[in-house]
Structure formats: structure tokens, C-alpha cells
């Protein structure tokens, strides 16, 4: 039987949430040895197991700042990962969203497990005394899930205005980072749409020049001697392509704790890439969340990809004969496992 191919998809920060609370305890299983090695490392440094954060009912001010977050996605993708029948799908390539990326090294070999957790617990707690900047999100389709161009240009215009960057590049949604006095400028002057703007609690600017000092303690304190080949292509936040034969770790390296860090993260490039060069049957996403599937599809739209041009084509789709598949769906879980 031919082996499907598939491109994996790891989620971003502020995947788990109360909805999601308890996915280790459902399907941490497939990676229990690693969850156990992580968390004899957090009980050694007095934080919370993350088997304990995910049995606790969830509250923001515990799972949501980053030391916390971090390694509970990572953990949940990592046993999402481990839980796919590789006797009917082929991984082609991964890639992810933000944060993501850090686990999308993981998942590829780039990094091994023990150096994964060391540099995602290490990204996440860096703003431990306070965050830096903030975030908020815009959405910039219409209906049928097509970017309306002129609001795209009317929302670049009142960010440059702001003082403030593009985050990230998220399908029919701009993430927008900037320090707090330029998002309540923006939370006052974009035209209310639905529930947008809306600023993401416990998120830092990330993706923007804010974080040039993360970045160089980032640099100064991982070595690029964690780093390796992958073993399974990766695609980055620009859409460039790491394939197992010619990367350069060192480049690697400085792109992950560098530009990764400080510049915007081209999400919706990334899934193009992967989708043109990689000609997969299907995107997988990996959980705990959910909420990346609407700026995938969005992704899917603007690129006709696999004759997807609109929302409710879309959404059949996603109903009968799924070319997404969200792991933390369980009914969609079921065709991978």
C-alpha cells in the first residue's frame, strides 16, 4: 500500500487552554518516557510537573506565561507526533507557527529531545520578570476567506502609524508586536471587526526588534553545538527549506535565536512552501490546539491549493474527505493513529 504523504504543522503559544486542559492525561502516552524526563528536570528546579499543570483546572496566570506554556505544548505535540501510523504516512517535512518552530527542530531531528526541552523551557522563561510588549491579532479576509487587500493596506498603515510591527503573517490575520502604548493606539484606531482587535493575554512582541536583547542572551547562552542536521526537512518562519543534507547547523543556529526572534514570522509563506515543494496529500496539525485550522485553511484559500478556494469549500471538505487533519480533533485523530 503507498504510503500517504503528509507535512507536519506544530503549534504556537497560547494552543493550551482550558479546552485542552488534560490532553496528556488523553494522549501523552505515546511519549510518556520523555514527559517523565522533562519533568524530573522541572521537579529539580522546584517548578510544576507537567503532568501536574495539565491534571490542575486551568487558570491563565498559571498555564499561560511561558515557562509553563511552552514545554506543555511541546510535550502534547511531541506524544501527537510519536502517535502517527508511519506504516500509512509519510512525513515529508515539518514546519510550525512561532514556537513551533522550536518543536518543528525537535520533531526533525534538528535538535535532540533533552536539547529541544532545554532551549523551549529556556526561550519560555526568559521574560520571567516581566513581559516585554505585547501582542494583538486583525483579521484582514472577508466571508469567503479571501484577504481583502485594501484593509490588509489600511492596517499596514495604521501599524507603521503606531510605532509597532507585523508579529506574524497568519493566514487571513495579522499579529501585530509592539510596545503597549502602540497596540492601545492600535486597540483605539482599527475599526472594530467581530471580536478583532483583540490583544493575546501573557504574549510578548515577539517576532519584532523588541526582543533584540532575548535574542543576544538567547545567542550568548545556547550554543550552536545543540544543533544538528535534521533528519526530515524543515521549513522556516521566511519559507526557506533546512533539508537533512545541506544545513549548516551553525546557520541554523543563528537564524533560530536570531532573525527567528526579532523579525517578522512569515507563517503563511512557510505553509505555501511546504504545500509547492513538498506536494503533500495532507497537513497534519499536531495539538493541543485547534485554533491554527482556520489560518491554515485561509492559507489553503490563497494559494487554491488542491482547488480550495473558499470558506464553505473548505469546510465540505473538512467534513468529508479532510486535507487538514487536527490532531487535537478526535474524530480527525482517528484517521492517523
Not at 512582541?205 to 533528519?231: E, N, R, V, W, Y
Not at 495532507?282 to 491554527?292: D, E, F, Q, R, S
Request: hydrophobic fraction near 35%.
Amino acid at each position: 500500500m503507498d504510503k500517504e504523504r503528509i507535512v507536519i504543522i506544530c503549534p504556537g503559544r497560547g494552543t493550551y487552554t482550558r479546552e485542552t486542559s488534560g490532553y496528556l492525561k488523553s494522549f501523552g502516552g505515546a511519549a510518556q518516557s520523555q514527559i517523565d524526563w522533562m519533568d524530573s528536570q522541572r521537579k529539580n528546579k522546584g517548578l510544576s510537573t507537567l503532568y501536574e499543570l495539565d491534571s490542575a483546572p486551568f487558570k491563565a496566570k498559571v498555564h499561560m506565561p511561558g515557562e509553563h506554556a511552552s514545554p506543555l505544548i511541546y510535550a502534547c505535540s511531541l506524544a501527537d507526533f510519536h502517535s502517527i501510523d508511519r506504516d500509512k504516512y509519510d512525513i515529508v517535512a515539518i514546519t510550525g507557527n512561532s514556537m513551533g518552530w522550536y518543536i518543528a527542530l525537535a520533531l526533525s531531528g534538528a535538535l535532540t529531545h533533552e536539547n529541544a526541552y532545554t532551549l523551549i523551557h529556556t526561550m519560555g522563561s526568559m521574560m520571567k520578570g516581566g513581559i516585554i510588549g505585547g501582542q494583538i491579532i486583525y483579521s484582514i479576509v472577508d466571508d469567503n476567506w479571501h484577504v481583502d487587500e485594501a484593509k490588509k493596506e489600511m492596517v499596514l498603515s495604521e501599524i507603521e502609524k503606531s510605532g509597532a510591527y507585523v508579529s506574524i503573517f497568519l493566514g487571513g490575520y495579522l499579529v501585530i508586536g509592539g510596545e503597549q502604548d502602540s497596540l492601545d493606539f492600535l486597540l483605539k484606531s482599527l475599526p472594530t471587526d467581530d471580536k478583532y482587535p483583540f490583544q493575546l493575554p501573557f504574549h510578548a512582541a515577539f517576532h519584532t526588534p523588541l526582543l533584540d536583547g532575548i535574542s543576544a542572551k538567547a545567542l550568548s547562552d545556547l550554543p550552536s553545538s545543540l544543533f544538528q542536521k535534521p533528519s526530515i526537512p524543515l521549513v522556516d518562519g521566511r519559507g526557506k527549506i533546512w533539508s537533512p543534507f545541506s544545513t549548516n547547523k551553525e546557520n541554523l543556529h543563528r537564524y533560530t535565536l536570531g532573525h527567528q526572534v526579532t523579525h517578522a514570522y512569515d507563517f503563511s509563506n512557510s505553509i505555501k512552501v511546504a504545500m509547492k515543494e513538498f506536494c503533500p496529500d495532507k497537513l497534519v496539525l499536531l495539538g493541543p490546539g485547534i485554533t491554527l485550522g482556520g489560518s491554515i485553511g485561509q492559507i489553503m484559500i490563497q494559494n487554491n491549493w488542491l482547488d480550495v478556494n473558499s470558506k464553505k469549500e473548505f469546510s465540505e471538505r473538512q467534513k468529508n474527505n479532510p486535507n487538514l487533519i487536527s490532531m487535537g480533533m478526535e474524530n480527525q485523530r482517528d484517521l492517523l493513529c
